[in-house]
């Protein structure tokens, strides 16, 4: 298994500022991958973070507005960039599956970053 | 492209009863992953079950079990003897089966709402 440590575990902040949102694994993992939960809504991928590569961004999301980094295999942040009230969301960054073999089938989760913006 | 549908977006049953959630996908892949992930209030997403497409028995997991019909693409979830601290969001979730590249991340449904009551 793994325990994904994720912060802030929430923050307000006001609109055109940026916030970035920090995600710690305790075992290294080659993917690390950042989904948005609206307010409601399922989950929707972001984008597929890689180590020593740039990550991959779903359609509809922009490195822009969305930036990520992954330093190592056991760190990745996501900043969400001159935010609008319309960012308000749940973040959260997930590891596996398909990372290897011992992540075959679950997917972990961090316990996501709620941001609402004023 | 996959997707998943959840059709009920709430639903609620009595302490120590039976409920049903329903979850349909579709795709094209012959070998893929689904899962049934629960969501409290607190965020955290908890891996509830998972069922490997080749597998024609049907999972189960204590008070959890699904029925799985490959050929209708269903994927229905039973909770048994109902509990308080079942109440929370629970999501459908599907994946492609391997390693790396986009067959990582999940593709989830909408969520379904269940309350339970005393």
């Known amino acids: 298994s793994a325990v994904i440590s994720q912060k802030p575990s929430r923050d307000i902040c006001q609109r055109g500022t940026s916030l970035t949102i920090q995600c710690q694994v305790d075992s290294q993992v080659t993917m690390m991958f950042w989904y948005r939960q609206q307010p409601g809504q399922s989950l929707t991928l972001i984008a597929t973070a890689n180590q020593g590569s740039e990550a991959t961004y779903e359609s509809g999301f922009v490195i822009d507005k969305f930036p990520i980094s992954r330093p190592n295999l056991t760190f990745s942040t996501l900043t969400v960039s001159n935010m609008s009230p319309e960012d308000s969301s749940i973040y959260l960054c997930?590891?596996?599956?398909?990372?290897?073999?011992?992540?075959?089938?679950?997917?972990?989760f961090g316990q996501g970053t709620r941001l609402t913006v004023v | 492209a996959q997707t998943v549908t959840q059709s009920q977006p709430e639903m609620s049953v009595q302490e120590a009863e039976t409920v049903t959630l329903s979850c349909t996908y579709d795709?094209?892949?012959?070998?893929?992953?689904l899962f049934w992930y629960k969501q409290p209030p607190s965020r955290q997403m908890i891996l509830v079950i998972r069922?490997?497409?080749?597998?024609?028995q049907n999972a189960t997991e204590n008070r959890f079990s699904v029925n799985f019909q490959k050929a209708a693409k269903s994927f229905s979830l039973k909770i048994s003897d109902s509990q308080l601290g079942d109440a929370a969001m629970y999501f459908c979730a599907y994946r492609r089966r391997g390693y790396g590249g986009s067959q990582g991340n999940l593709i989830f449904g909408k969520g379904t709402k269940l309350s339970v009551k005393p």
């Open positions: 795709t094209s892949e012959s070998d893929y992953y």
């Open positions: 069922q490997e497409a080749y597998k024609q």
């Open positions: 997930s590891v596996g599956p398909a990372d290897r073999e011992i992540f075959d089938t679950e997917a972990f």
